[in-house]
């Protein structure tokens, strides 16, 4: 599981930037909270990967994390 976060320095309204590189990836399913508004570090919602060698569990888990930022338009000043 990967744990979706507001990223640090964006405040407001969320976008989750880059989401679509990762819905085409068997076994993978993103669970969003349906939380309108981001701040850092915030938890948004998770990704869950599914597969029977925990070592491809976990390179997926590391593409999804790479893939997923979870920001607003605002940045904090």
Known sequence: ???LVGAEGYSGPVHYKGIEDILG????TPHIY???MTR???KMGHVTIVDPS???AREVAARVKQSIEVVSNQTIS
């Open 1 to 3: 599981m990967v744990n």
């Open 25 to 28: 990836l068997p076994a993978v």
């Open 34 to 36: 349906g939380k309108k």
């Open 40 to 42: 850092p570090f915030r």
């Open 54 to 56: 925990i070592e491809k």
